[in-house]
């Protein structure tokens, strides 16, 4: 590894290696280290004058690296949904958005302000929760029919509550599910409608209500005890 001094005080560090390759190979590291291939009959007299003349170009890319990994170091965070850590990425732009896709969360503001910033990751995520709310709110109907109890009708909604994951009106048909459920998997999410569909037809926690929950959701302890070890 050598160093090279520019004429206005600047510097270049470069690491040779020698292959049988026909071109010189240049490549900006984010080290901030110049790569630098080439074969035994280029003297590194042509290669430092190379790098010593497309300098600015090879400086500017380091500044771009420092830069995104300047970014990206603020934009560690992650948000929790289904179970799996999300990385967040803020993308300065005018559109006032968040957007959870399968790989990340996204998060395009002008803002720097970590309250708005915050409040725009949690619509992003109460939408694609809300998304599969209406999903296993149709899987449950869908198993009842199967089994042969004709589901009534229910208006879902979700909110934040404070000491249940979920709760049923079955007098007013009315099912609640806990906005925080959407950090748990989503079989632990099913598992909770099941839970509030049950009382229906058993208003309790008897026996019964649990037989037949059950014979709905044989999975059900296995998954909503995720729910007791937090």
Not at 18 to 44: D, H, L, Q
Not at 131 to 148: F, H, I, N, P, Y
Not at 201 to 220: A, C
Request: hydrophobic share 35%; aromatic share 12%; net charge positive.
């Amino acid at each position: 590894m050598k160093t090279i001094k520019l004429s206005d005080g600047r510097e270049i560090t470069y690491e040779l290696t020698r292959k049988r390759v026909k071109n010189v190979n240049f490549r900006a590291k984010e080290n901030g280290i110049v790569a630098v291939s080439a074969n035994s009959r280029v003297s590194v007299r042509q290669i430092e004058d190379f790098l010593a003349e497309r300098a600015d170009f090879f400086l500017k890319a380091f500044e771009q690296m420092q830069k995104r990994a300047l970014e990206n170091s603020k934009n560690s965070r992650l948000v929790r949904f289904l179970g799996r850590d999300f990385p967040v990425r803020i993308i300065e732009n005018s559109r006032e958005i968040a957007v959870l896709d399968e790989n990340e969360l996204r998060v395009f503001t002008k803002s720097s302000d970590e309250s708005y910033i915050a409040g725009l990751r949690e619509k992003a995520i109460l939408t694609r929760f809300a998304a599969l709310c209406r999903e296993l709110d149709g899987e449950v109907r869908a198993r009842l029919s199967e089994k042969g109890f004709a589901p009534p009708p229910v208006r879902i909604s979700i909110k934040d509550m404070e000491s249940r994951w979920g709760s049923c009106s079955y007098n007013r048909g009315h099912i609640s599910i806990n906005s925080r459920l959407s950090a748990y998997p989503r079989e632990t999410v099913l598992s909770v409608f099941y839970h509030e569909y049950a009382h229906f037809w058993h208003h309790d926690h008897s026996q019964n209500f649990y037989r037949f929950l059950l014979e709905l959701y044989p999975d059900y302890y296995k998954h909503n005890n995720v729910l007791k070890q937090n």
